[in-house]
């Protein structure tokens, strides 16, 4: 019983994993076609659906940046690189 929970647990996050991966892109590509607030809410989703997916916080600290909310974009950018210390804030 022990193995399957196991089993299960980490099939859960494999697939919440892959639902903020899927979400993740479909911001950027919102972001690079010039529409940050749609590109927010999939970043905000893909948070929703996986907390520990550092390149969501890292790209919605982009689309912040872009909205001009400084403060709210150096909090992501914050959260990506607790997550993952390669993840540095872009130049401004």
């Given at each position: 019983?022990?193995?399957?929970?196991?089993?299960?647990?980490?099939?859960?996050?494999?697939?919440?994993?892959?639902?903020?991966?899927v979400r993740t892109s479909v911001g950027v590509?919102?972001?690079?076609?010039?529409?940050?607030?749609?590109?927010?809410?999939?970043?905000?989703?893909?948070?929703?659906?996986?907390?520990?997916?550092?390149?969501?916080?890292?790209?919605?600290?982009?689309?912040?940046?872009?909205?001009?909310?400084?403060?709210?974009?150096?909090?992501?950018?914050?959260?990506?690189?607790?997550?993952?210390?390669?993840?540095?804030?872009?130049?401004?």
């Amino acid at each position: 019983r022990q193995y399957l929970a196991e089993a299960e647990r980490l099939r859960l996050r494999v697939q919440a994993e892959q639902e903020a991966r899927v979400r993740t892109s479909v911001g950027v590509h919102e972001l690079d076609g010039g529409n940050p607030e749609a590109a927010l809410v999939s970043f905000r989703a893909a948070i929703a659906a996986f907390e520990g997916f550092a390149p969501a916080h890292y790209h919605m600290g982009r689309a912040l940046q872009g909205l001009g909310r400084h403060d709210a974009a150096r909090a992501a950018f914050a959260r990506a690189q607790q997550l993952n210390p390669s993840l540095l804030p872009p130049p401004r």
